[in-house]
């Protein structure tokens, strides 16, 4: 058998194994920080109340995040008051920082006592926050990164 007979095959089961490594791995991205910096109270009404979240991103990667879109799970002074998923359709740059609002709307029923404990004692200057959420990026077999933040937040 003559060398070029054995390299030809051995070249298609090496790019045949590199390819299948490739289609059963995902790819794991170093978490951006992911921040509330803040909450306004867009409109509060009788069949509820719209507030407006307001987070910042820092991108650790040499390269953009596409966002697609974000699960996110909002704690405001240990209550849970907004949680779920949204689409996202912007590019945090590399190595840079990014902004971006989500529109949280309540039911006022269901949020009453919550409001209640928030509010207790009138509209405070700032809020305990915990925050749990997850960015879908637009990259091939990247996985959800997940981020997870805590702090104290102005109140607008």
């Known amino acids: 058998m003559k060398p070029a007979d ?5 070249l298609i089961l090496f790019a045949a194994a590199l390819l299948a490594s490739c289609a059963t791995s995902r790819v794991t991205l170093p978490a951006p920080e992911v921040t509330l910096t ?8 009788i069949g ?16 953009p995040l596409p966002v697609r879109s974000i699960r996110y799970n909002v704690r405001l ?4 008051v907004a949680g779920g998923e949204t689409q996202g ?16 709307e309540l039911d006022l029923l269901q949020s009453v ?13 700032t809020i305990d926050y ?9 990259i091939p077999f990247a996985r959800p990164v997940p981020f997870s933040s805590s702090g104290v937040i102005r109140v607008r």
């Not at 054995?6 to 051995?10: D, N």
């Not at 803040?38 to 009404?45: E, L």
């Not at 509820?48 to 390269?63: A, I, T, W, Y």
């Not at 915990?130 to 637009?138: N, P, Q, R, T």
Request: glycine share 14%; aromatic share 8%.
């Open 6 to 10: 054995v390299t030809a095959p051995c």
């Open 89 to 104: 359709d912007f590019v945090v740059s590399a190595r840079d920082d990014g902004e971006f609002v989500i529109g949280v």
């Open 48 to 63: 509820g109340q719209e507030f407006l979240l307001g987070f910042s991103v820092s991108n650790p990667n040499p390269f």
């Open 113 to 125: 006592s919550q409001l209640a404990s928030l509010l207790k004692g009138g509209m405070p200057e």
């Open 130 to 138: 915990e925050l749990h959420g997850s960015l879908a990026v637009d």
């Open 77 to 80: 002074d240990g209550q849970n």
């Open 38 to 45: 803040g909450v306004r109270v867009k409109d509060i009404g």
